[in-house]
């Protein structure tokens, strides 16, 4: 009796499609086996990397911006910060929404943000309203100082994690 040929195999006698069996439900159970590690060992970086997106300013810098005149939004996609003037208080977003990263939008008419890929909602001060998201936009540390704001990008409060920090990361202007 030789082994390691296949069925078939000129010089395979008796047992060989057996061994091929037998070789082929291990192989496809070591397959199996692999292919539900890498599943498992996937979500715990897919979840991290959620966490990264939500949090994504590149290098924690501080941005400094004038204090907003009025109401409203500004936009800043190169530092992923959103300034809000809303009711007298100075309010810095991450640009991404906490769910996926996807960067949210402010639609004026609605005076809320909104996140075009899973449908989340945000009133201007960064409180959910509706969506996937599963909390509120992260805020960042801000201060004014001469007319200025400051955004520190490295100090990032999650409504969650940090329900007073996220609370008290505003600024009262004139």
Same mark, same amino acid.
């Given at each position: 009796m030789s082994h390691g040929h296949d069925e078939g195999d000129e010089g395979c006698t008796g047992s060989c499609g057996a061994d091929a069996g037998?070789? $082929?439900?291990?192989?496809?159970?070591?397959?199996?086996?692999?292919?539900?590690?890498?599943?498992? $060992?996937?979500?715990?970086?897919?979840?991290?990397?959620?966490?990264?997106?939500?949090?994504?300013?590149a290098g924690g810098?501080?941005?400094?911006?004038?204090?907003p005149a009025q109401d409203g939004a500004t936009i !800043?996609?190169?530092?992923?910060?959103?300034?809000?003037?809303?009711?007298?208080?100075?309010?810095?977003?991450?640009?991404?929404?906490?769910?996926?990263?996807?960067?949210v939008e402010w639609q004026p008419e609605n005076a809320r943000f909104y996140c075009p890929k899973h449908k989340s909602t945000f009133q201007p001060e960064g409180t959910r309203i509706q969506g996937k998201s599963p909390?509120?936009? !992260?805020?960042?540390?801000?201060?004014v100082a001469g007319g200025k704001v400051t955004v520190d990008t490295g100090v990032v409060f !999650?409504?969650?994690? !940090?329900?007073? $920090?996220?609370a008290a990361a505003g600024v009262r202007v004139g």
């Open positions: 037998r070789r $082929g439900f291990l192989r496809d159970g070591l397959m199996a086996v692999a292919a539900i590690t890498l599943v498992a $060992g996937a979500s715990a970086p897919l979840e991290a990397m959620s966490r990264r997106y939500a949090r994504g300013i810098a501080a941005v400094t911006y004038d204090v !800043d996609r190169a530092n992923k910060v959103i300034l809000v003037r809303y009711h007298g208080l100075v309010h810095a977003f991450s640009l991404e929404c906490p769910h996926r990263g996807t960067m909390r509120s936009l !992260d805020r960042f540390k801000v201060s !999650d409504a969650d994690a !940090d329900a007073a $920090g996220w």
